[in-house]
């Protein structure tokens, strides 16, 4: 086997591990993370700290519990966001229906994918007579998929509103290997006046991912010749994690408001690195701000990730890192365009990214009016 198609076998090997294929069933810290990215644009843009405000399709990832102050017949939503120069796509596509319009039942279905696409394959490089022929060389695309069927609907009291999510996880590296998971996730937001609260449950049943691997004997071997374990069908588990959320509204004019949001998520599978950490669970705060001026234009801020991680130069100290988010919005009769600048990533020095999204209402003229936030 010549030099380089072990590298890139080695380099292969690498991938699957980094997607967590290996080992017998456990809970795994980090299992399906881009799912706890969170999509939309005004989200980003103030730090991920709307679980209690999200009132659109957007909130099938937030709190499905928002898809009940949906105010419009039918809404379909997109975004796109790009990262180490276009190398990682994330992409989400959603449309949310009104069922009954009297107790303000909503249902939504929204698909997400974070995938690497064209990673050449070139276990084929060289021929049986050992001379290289490009034209063997293929592409694969290592990519992860939610899909979302969302509800949420106004109960008794109009002040509180319920939701869920049911998702099923597709989990793909080329034609090598696949997974496939379920999970669920429970959502409440309460609305009183100025102040909005909720709570949500993710993977409250615990999310799984069902792997199962397609190698040929002869592409064991190679991992075999190359030092890598051969990996064999596994399943790892999400743990739950509960998030709580509050936002204030504050008139600022006629025309304009400002909203002050913080969301707390908690995670019960061990110490993370976050800014409150135990045996018991692990707190990320999240806060952000929004200010909006006749529902037209949105200026948004946020902080989150707070870390604390080694000083370069003395790695007896810490320092504490912390990820900033801003963004705007511009509101039209019918649709909404929001963009975030923000680095979604989990390290220090990780470059800003770039997030777009749309919103599209599809009211009916009689409808037409201001949004519920």
Known sequence: MKGSSRYSWILFACFLLHQQAWGQAEFR?????FLSIGVGGRAHGMGGAVGA???????SQWNPAGLARTNAPMQVSAMHAEWFAGVVNYDFIGVAKRFNEEKRAYGGLSVVRMGIDNIPNTINLFDPDGSINYDNISSFSA???GFFLSYGRMLGNSNWDVGGSVKIIHRRVGPFATAWG???????QY???KWHFGVMGRDITTTFNAWSFSFTEDEKRILQETGNLVPKSSTELTSPTLITAMGYQATTGANSYLLLAADLHFTF????NTLISSDLTSVDPRI??????NERLFVRAGLGNIQQVQDDLNPDKENTIVQPHFGIGLGFVRLRIDYALTNVGDTEGTSFSHIFSLLL???KKEELGPSNF
Do not use: C, M, P, Q
Not at 288 to 293: D, I, K, L, R, V
């Open 29 to 33: 810290k980090y299992s399906n993370n």
């Open 53 to 59: 405000t999200e009132s659109d399709i957007f909130s």
């Open 143 to 145: 990519a992860d998929y």
């Open 182 to 188: 379920f999970g669920l996730d429970i959502g409440v």
């Open 191 to 193: 609305h009183k006046d």
């Open 269 to 272: 599978d061990g110490k993370r």
């Open 288 to 293: 952000g701000a929004e200010y909006s001026f």
């Open 361 to 363: 209402n599809f009211h």
